[in-house]
């Protein structure tokens, strides 16, 4: 079974950016994450527990995004990435990474990845 949690617009505030500019004062950067889980077990027992905390997976990923520094959203979108295949139930992720406002005429840049998770060897 293939269901979705959804994280939509989280907002961070983090240097972001190769230009010296953009590594003198945090910017926002905007973040949506899809994780694919199955949410069988969690529909039918209603317990925390039985289902991906995304609680957890916004908590982590804005504590990350606020202190990894990175110069570029595909570096940190990957990052993302794998914060989300750590939370038990994800079997597969989608991270979008945009710095709003980056690009002149431009509402937003940013990259979209799609990561599964692989199995431990």
Wanted: net charge negative; hydrophobic share 45%.
């Amino acid at each position: 079974m293939e269901d979705q949690v959804i994280i939509r617009d989280l907002v961070a505030r983090g240097i972001l950016g190769v230009n010296d500019w953009e590594r003198d004062q945090p910017q926002e950067i905007l973040i949506n994450i899809m994780l694919t889980t199955d949410i069988t077990r969690a529909a039918e027992t209603d317990r925390i527990e039985d289902c991906v905390n995304y609680r957890t997976v916004a908590k982590n990923v804005l504590e990350h995004a606020e202190k990894a520094a990175r110069f570029t959203v595909e570096a940190l979108a990957e990052d993302i990435a794998r914060i989300c295949l750590q939370q038990a139930g994800v079997k597969r992720v989608r991270v979008r990474v945009e710095k709003p406002h980056a690009v002149r005429f431009a509402e937003s840049v940013g990259v979209e990845i799609e990561r599964p998770r692989v199995p431990a060897p």
